[in-house]
């Protein structure tokens, strides 16, 4: 069969990858600290017999977008946002050391203070242990105050410090769980100079109107795909009935 059949189905198959990731990315566009994902693919040549017309793509590791998204006020006093570059360490569900921008803080029941997603947010000594209290801060500077249930109000104590990172980008991927770690599970020191904004989040970074124009440009190229493909099944049948009458 002409191996134009099978040009069109890599192409096929590799805009059903493309547009799944940007699917995922428009599905989080109201996802706190979100980071869209980038499809990348490589066009090789197809080897063999004939003039070298033809091409294919081969998938590549998908990137990621680490632009800062918009902030959005809350008022809420565990809600914070990153002021510029940089991270919030968490406990990722392997045990490792990951990053996110997702301030959407809370405490669990057992009074450990973790993300929305419930991840354990990193502090000096790993995961920020919560005593009971009637107020929590939280700094610039990351160190978390409280005020003791019974205390008076000018009593506040330091519980801790959320882990602020600011890693080089490029020594950074994306894992499917949407954390970020540096490659090779390497642990990133704690940076004084990343500011956090408390009473905040910062959204998606997710461009809707993007992600659906996108999204409609790849469902075209699929259709041009598959219609390759049947004329492609169409020559063979002819050149078939040809051989026949011959």
């Known amino acids: 069969m002409d191996r134009m059949i099978y040009v069109a189905m890599n192409g096929a198959q590799q805009t059903m990858l ?63 946002a990153i002021n510029g570059s ?30 929305g997603a419930g991840h354990p947010v990193l502090g000096n000594g790993g995961p920020i ?5 009637e107020k929590l801060e939280i700094g610039a500077d990351g160190t978390i105050s409280i005020r003791p249930v019974g205390q008076s109000v000018s009593t506040l104590a330091v519980v801790d410090r959320i882990r602020l990172v600011n890693p080089p ?5 994306k894992g499917s769980d949407g954390l970020l770690r540096s490659k090779g599970g390497l642990s990133s020191a704690p940076d004084a100079k990343v500011r956090i904004a408390t009473g905040a989040l910062e959204g998606s970074n997710v461009n809707a109107v993007d992600a659906m ?28 009935q040809i051989m026949r009458l011959g």
């Open 86 to 115: 940089g991270f919030i360490a968490v406990q990722a569900p392997d045990g490792r050391e990951a990053y996110t921008r997702a301030g959407d803080l809370r405490i669990s029941g057992n009074g450990v203070l973790e993300t």
């Open 213 to 240: 124009v996108n999204i409609i440009a790849l469902a075209r190229e699929f259709d041009m795909q598959v219609k390759l493909m049947r004329t492609a099944q169409e020559h063979d049948s002819a050149s078939a």
């Open 18 to 80: 493309a547009q799944a990731v940007h699917t995922h990315n428009l599905a989080n566009v109201s996802t706190t600290g979100f980071r869209a994902d980038l499809a990348a693919f490589q066009s090789l040549p197809v080897t063999g017999p004939g003039w070298a017309s033809r091409a294919y793509a081969q998938p590549q590791p998908n990137g990621v977008n680490l632009a800062p998204g918009p902030l959005i006020t809350t008022g809420r006093e565990l809600d914070v």
């Open 169 to 173: 980008l490029d020594t950074l991927e």
């Open 129 to 133: 242990a919560m005593p009971p209290a």
